[in-house]
């Protein structure tokens, strides 16, 4: 969507954040979710000189993911979106989400950075799994969005301290709504190669059920405004659980809360290390997961998109995608 070759500024230290998270650092520390995902990035932003982006419109983004499931994407991950009072969207980003549907494609999208009883596009619109940020304690974060469309679709995962990959070597460590999604999008894929062990068709709404239907409660006496946890936090093995149940038997869902606050604080834990390694160890990780996971980061300002940043800023976050990377990883 957005010619040239990426540089780093704003938008590209957001997409090659969320990149590695997802597939790793080339050469790097950062091992990645789901590394042996193949991913298309798709830039719909573009730096303006400074620390400013060119802010991206709702078509832009509807181009994006359509070009994305066009390419053969299984999973989309858009961390970012646009701050709305009605959850409603735009004609253009409306077809290309019930493309996606269509097609089978799972759009997984940060839920913002505002704080509030409130909702962004397109984690608000159905189908999609919107992602809200838990710090290391697993409590929802005070700038997570907890709107009434996330309360059916969307869930808690880890956003505090985020390890991620610089442009032109290097990591650093980022808090939001926009790192949550990634770890996400990067379970995502993991579980589809675990239909594909199993010798199904990958399936990703059902991947995005299982997700939604294994969640874990907020404890009620540390939160009090139940509302803000969205339906449940992650629960990495109670999904494995349900996607790996034989065909006419019930697999029990793990109540046990995950210790996933290793993956963000502590100095010498990487989060997608940590992650990657809960399902190693039943052995889903493959050479090859799926045919293609599509990182996509997007974010607003008013009617338009921009950048999103663990509170919220003038703008919020960037989209990536493009056969490659977000810039040099």
């Known amino acids: ?25 080339h050469g790097g520390s950062i091992t990645g979710i789901a590394p042996g995902c193949r991913g298309l990035i ?27 499931v066009e390419a053969g994407a299984n999973v989309i991950n858009i961390s970012g979106g646009q701050l709305t009072s009605s959850g409603e969207a735009s004609q253009w980003l409306l077809n290309a989400v019930q493309y996606c549907f269509d097609n089978n494609v799972l759009i997984v999208a940060a839920a913002g950075n505002d704080g509030c009883q409130c909702l962004h596009i397109p984690a608000a619109m159905p189908t999609v799994l919107a992602v809200g940020a838990m710090n290391a304690q697993g409590l929802p974060f005070d700038f997570s969005n907890w709107g009434d469309a996330y309360q059916t679709q969307g869930i808690l995962a880890p956003g505090e301290n985020i390890l991620g990959a610089v ?83 019930e697999s029990p869902v793990s109540n046990e809360r995950l210790e996933l606050e290793k993956i963000q604080a502590n100095e010498e834990i990487n989060p997608s290390e940590e ?5 190693s160890e039943i052995e889903i990780a493959q050479p090859t997961i799926l045919s293609n996971s599509v990182q996509a980061d997007i974010v607003t300002q008013e009617a338009a998109f921009g950048i999103e940043a663990a509170v919220p800023l003038t703008a919020l976050d960037a989209v990536t995608a493009v056969r490659g990377t977000a810039a040099s990883i």
């Open 42 to 68: 798709v830039p719909v932003f573009s730096d303006n000189g400074g620390d400013s982006i060119i802010a991206a419109q709702q078509v832009d983004l509807a181009r994006a993911i359509t070009q994305a």
């Open 275 to 279: 992650v990657t390694n809960q399902l």
């Open 1 to 25: 969507m957005v010619p040239g070759i990426a540089d780093q500024g704003p938008a590209s230290r957001h997409g090659t954040h969320i990149a590695s998270v997802i597939f790793g650092q």
């Open 167 to 249: 442009p032109g070597g290097g990591i650093a460590r980022k808090s939001g709504t926009s790192f949550a999604a990634p770890i996400v999008s990067g379970l995502v894929a993991l579980l589809l190669s675990i239909q594909l062990k199993q010798g199904d068709k990958p399936d990703p709404m059902a991947v995005r059920d299982a997700i939604l239907n294994s969640v874990l409660p907020c404890n009620p006496q540390l939160v009090t405004n139940h509302r803000r946890c969205l339906v449940g936090s992650l629960n990495i093995t109670g999904a494995q659980a349900l996607i790996t149940k034989k065909q006419g038997e």
